[in-house]
């Protein structure tokens, strides 16, 4: 799995009708910034609105995931994001002239074409993943349907669908490299049973629905009046089928390719939880409702996590900022050059490591039997670690000093001494205004908070 976030190199663009609006619409993938994440933006519409893809922004389920925000809404997007994740795709604006993305063959091989066509660029920023810390389960007895997430250090899916018919019977698929996503689910269709086709349409739904752009499953003997009103319904001269099988005889790219094209649908649903997963999916059953409902349970746990997490260090990861890259943004040099490292940097929160050593030149004077870290240094460090989240908001940082107006509710809770490795974390706790930063931070060792404090920095332009 990729460690740096990506968006790609050029914008492409591609046109068709969406299934159930039946609306044409061209629908562009444009290059985002990091942290930009996956976001629609509906061109037709007066002000251009932006959607975020977030499962709070999901308002309708009818046979795909429908998001709305900002007066706009953008239909069936599961197939689009399934696309974005299985190439790793962490940043994109999607443009869209119309209220759906085209259903192309109704799966999302054509969205990865495109993509790869458009050419994958890799960002200076780490992917921000969340990595399932316990089990979440969602069920739905009604249904017999349920998911599951468990841990894993790896992104890996495993569905199983029965539909109790003779035609479709129970079948498996499983991704156990999010790598492979192109070449093992991107082509897998969405399919209905025939029995679904007439409600499904008199339901004001699939209004671009085409034989070319699904599979339509026969699982019972037809007459062949059926099949003149079939073909009327569908706006075709013709339509056949065996005594069983696929109507007009289409041949599955896999024997399993129903249970294959449900595991892409749960790929592009869980997208919406808003960050790359790290976990083991298992899915019996599954239906947009019941991933979308599992995506709210994985989000919640992901937003409480956050709100108690202790920020981690895995030295094998490569820093968003190494020391050089810091002394091109900070002005502070030896012996007050605190910070060895940013290992996180996003528009809200920053990440910074300090190892500290016997070396450190205010050991020599500061209880020199006794080494302990003094506790200016720990805010010092903290606010250089601060400095660079106030610096990249704005879009040139080497035209300004960061400086420390205030500190308040500081507190020292453990002694640092020579071996730690200290964790800072500062996160904005509103925006920043006039170039004015309010900042929250924290500082760790091995799991345990050891300072905090509440500072204000302020950007002041070089003259």
Not at 50 to 67: F, K, M, P, Q
Not at 173 to 192: H, M, P, V, Y
Not at 390 to 412: G, Q
């Amino acid at each position: 799995m990729n460690i740096k976030q990506h968006t790609i190199k050029k914008s492409i663009s591609l046109s068709g009708v969406g299934l159930h609006t039946g609306v044409e619409a061209t629908m562009t993938f444009v290059p985002a910034p990091p942290n930009h994440g996956y976001k629609f933006q509906r061109i037709d519409l007066p002000g251009q609105p932006i959607v975020d893809a977030d499962v709070d922004n999901v308002v309708d389920l009818s046979r795909g995931t429908t998001i709305e925000q900002n007066g706009a809404r953008v239909n069936t997007v599961e197939h689009t994001l399934a696309a974005l994740v299985g190439l790793q795709i962490d940043n994109v604006l999607i443009q869209l002239d119309g209220p759906e993305p085209p259903i192309m063959d109704g799966s999302s091989i054509q969205f990865v074409d495109a993509l790869q066509e458009a050419a994958l660029e890799e960002q200076n920023v780490l992917r921000n993943y969340f990595e399932v810390p316990s089990e979440v389960r969602y069920r739905d007895r009604e249904r017999d349907v349920e998911l599951a997430a468990l841990p894993l250090n790896d992104y890996r899916l495993t569905v199983m669908v029965d539909y109790n018919s003779k035609i479709l019977s129970s079948q498996h698929a499983t991704l156990n490299d999010i790598t492979l996503f192109s070449q093992e689910i991107a082509r897998s269709r969405t399919f209905c049973f025939l029995h679904e086709l007439e409600a499904l349409y008199h339901a004001n739904l699939i209004k671009g629905g085409d034989l070319s752009n699904a599979i339509v499953i026969v699982d019972r003997e037809i007459e062949d009046g059926e099949l003149d009103h079939l073909a009327d319904l569908l706006g075709k001269p013709k339509v056949a089928v065996q005594k069983a099988g696929i109507l007009n005889n289409v041949e599955l790219h896999y024997t399993n390719e129903p249970a294959r094209h449900k595991l892409l649908d749960i790929v592009g649903d869980l997208a919406l939880v808003g960050r790359p997963l790290k976990a083991q999916i298992l899915a019996a059953r599954p239906g947009h409702a019941a991933n979308i409902g599992f995506a709210r349970k994985i989000k919640k746990m992901m937003v409480d996590s956050h709100k108690s997490s202790i920020p981690q260090y895995d030295p094998k990861v490569p820093p968003v900022l190494d020391i050089k890259q810091i002394a091109n943004l900070l002005p502070h040099r030896y012996p007050f050059q605190m910070i060895d490292k940013i290992t996180y940097l996003d528009s809200g929160s920053v990440i910074g490591v300090k190892n500290v050593t016997i070396n450190e030149p205010y050991f020599t004077g500061h209880f020199p039997n006794n080494p302990v870290m003094p506790g200016v240094m720990q805010i010092e460090a903290m606010a250089q670690t601060g400095g660079i989240l106030v610096l990249s908001s704005v879009p040139d940082p080497e035209n300004y000093w960061p400086y420390l107006a205030v500190i308040e509710n500081c507190r020292f809770r453990k002694n640092v001494i020579p071996g730690d490795t200290v964790i800072f974390r500062c996160e904005l706790v509103s925006p920043i205004k006039r170039g004015i930063a309010k900042m929250h931070g924290t500082a760790h060792v091995a799991g345990q908070l050891v300072c905090e404090a509440d500072m204000t920095a302020s950007l002041v332009r070089k003259k």
